[in-house]
């Protein structure tokens, strides 16, 4: 029983340990999208991103959250995006930049925002449980802040509305570009 | 699954002398291995189904050597698979092509882990089960598609492009269709929408109402659709396209993307079965919660996933496959409008019973509203 005696610790460092993976393979998989050559190389490393952000959110206790990452991510957004390089696979496409100038502006617009979200992060104070609250079910509270006119109700339906409007421009686009052929 | 555990806990005395959180991790690890070895084996069982009712249909009589009726065919042609060289084209993605099949697999096994075989019979009882079936279906035409790119073949490509343009279309009124029954359940986990349907026949979601009718043949047919089943099979139409995505591939990872095809069209059945057709409830009152009696529930299960299935391979073999504009036709302008007016007729339905027909206080508006 000596060997049992650690396991409780064990236990207790799983989620950590969790965190720590789905973080870590998060990074790695951003950076491949970021330095990846060839395009479809870069939106296969960005899924990998999605999912690991999807896992963190999981194990917030985010489960609708975590899933409506993948679907819309996942499944749709990054499966349009691949969608379209598969329509132009056959032409070599390489990412990054060419001319030094640039590359000098991109690293400081990035060194900017790095030192930016460094301070902000650092200065912001995150509340910290001392034990983490047992996971609720979120779905339903995500529903009714959806119908609650004091809640999300007008922001909902104005991102309704934008996305209707986008799938009505989408249509009619479509449309011309048959009735001139 | 929890209180499965907690009773295993309460009766077991050397289980009490570790951590709560490592029996709950090591029961679940146990349970979706438990859940992957039934579907696999399930998958490999399809197969021969497959082959056996195609044939009949056919007039002859398909793989009937190998244990009794052909029953072990699967472990045979596994068995060949895993012998045969794996193959990389030259001009393939390697990593790529060598990833996609995996993917391919979890997209289609993982969601077997929400699946209620019967009373506590599930490896992970979620409150968002219905939603993470789809969302991790949506998985798999990413591994299609990686497959169909890596691979650098016409083909492959042809039938990826086909396979996302459908996969992508089709799942709109799948969602939607299996809204509806989630309007009417008032909750996304599948234990509970069964819970619901227990009890005599009529109490099945299916037979609630006009909608509910409609939105079980647009779950269906859209499904039929999302696995890339006959009269829909244009991502590997074999007398276009060779066999489509998978046809760079040799070997195992063959074997895989033919194991997971016919454990996603297992999933569908299922979930078919549990949304609409009562999942483990036989149809009669009867309780099925105690300890042997939820497996008698998990045959019943079997049961209908079986007889889902062969629909599924009964279509396959009878109607010829359609042309890629009907798909899209079928899909953007039947079934998606279909699967609407099932969804906003269903939050009537539940709103009429809550008001008009007395809700909870009678026996009427009580089947019309569900849980919802």
Request: proline letters at 5%; hydrophobic letters at 60%; one cysteine or more.
């Amino acid at each position: 029983m000596s060997s049992l005696a650690a396991l409780p610790e064990l236990s207790e460092l799983i989620p950590d340990l969790l965190f720590f993976i789905f973080a870590g393979v998060a990074i790695v998989a951003a950076m491949a999208a970021a330095v990846a050559p060839k395009i479809v190389h870069a939106a296969f490393g960005l899924m990998a991103t999605f999912f690991m952000v999807a896992a963190l959110y999981a194990m917030l206790g985010a489960d609708f959250v975590a899933l409506a990452q993948v679907i819309v991510y996942v499944g749709g957004i990054l499966v349009l995006l691949v969608f379209g390089v598969l329509l132009t696979a056959r032409t070599e496409i390489k990412l990054g930049v060419e001319r030094g100038s640039t590359k000098t502006f991109a690293v400081l617009a990035g060194g900017l925002l790095f030192l930016v979200l460094l301070l902000a992060i650092g200065g912001t104070t995150f509340p910290t449980p001392e034990k983490p609250a047992e996971p609720e079910p979120t779905t339903a509270d995500i529903g009714r802040a959806f119908l609650d006119p004091d809640g999300m109700l007008i922001p909902f339906e104005l991102a309704s509305v934008l996305l209707l409007a986008a799938l009505v421009g989408a249509a009619y686009l479509a449309r011309r570009r048959r009735s001139d052929a | 699954m929890q209180s499965l555990l907690d009773q295993l806990i309460e009766s077991t005395s050397w289980l009490q002398g570790l951590p709560v959180g490592l029996v709950y991790a090591a029961g679940m690890v146990i349970a979706c291995n438990l859940v992957l070895v039934y579907a696999s084996a399930l998958a490999g069982e399809t197969v021969w189904l497959e082959r056996r009712v195609s044939g009949r249909m056919q007039a002859r009589i398909g793989p009937n050597r190998v244990g009794p009726q052909g029953l072990l065919q699967f472990l045979a042609d596994g068995l060949k698979l895993l012998g045969k060289e794996d193959i990389v084209p030259k001009t393939a993605d390697k990593p790529i092509f060598l990833i996609a099949p995996i993917i391919v697999f979890v997209g289609a096994f993982a969601a077997f882990a929400v699946v209620p075989f019967g009373h506590y019979l599930v490896a992970a009882d979620m409150n968002v089960g219905i939603f993470l079936v789809l969302s991790l279906t949506s998985i798999e035409v990413v591994g299609i598609i990686m497959a169909g790119w890596a691979s650098n073949s016409k083909w492959a490509i042809l039938g990826a492009m086909r396979e996302v343009a459908q996969m992508v279309s089709y799942e709109l009124p799948l969602g939607l269709a299996a809204l509806s029954i989630v309007v009417l359940a008032g909750t996304m986990n599948l234990s509970e929408i069964v819970y619901q349907q227990e009890g005599w026949f009529w109490n099945w979601y299916v037979f609630r109402g006009p909608f509910a009718f409609v939105a079980f043949f647009a779950f269906f047919v859209s499904a039929l659709a999302a696995l890339k089943r006959a009269p829909f099979d244009l991502p590997e139409a074999e007398s276009e396209l060779v066999a489509g995505f998978h046809t760079e591939y040799t070997g195992f990872r063959f074997a895989v993307f033919f194991l997971a095809e016919y454990a996603a069209m297992i999933l569908f059945s299922m979930v078919t079965a549990i949304l609409f057709l009562g999942g483990w409830s036989p149809g009669f009152d009867i309780d099925l919660s105690g300890p042997l009696s939820r497996w008698i529930g998990a045959l019943i299960l079997f049961g209908k996933t079986i007889a889902l299935l062969f629909v599924m391979i009964w279509v396959r073999w009878t109607l010829p496959r359609f042309r890629i504009d009907r798909v899209m036709y079928l899909c953007y302008k039947v079934l998606l409008p279909v699967s609407v007016v099932c969804v906003v007729g269903m939050a009537i339905q539940v709103l009429l019973a809550m008001t008009v027909f007395g809700g909870r206080a009678n026996a009427f508006g009580t089947w019309l509203m569900g849980g919802g």
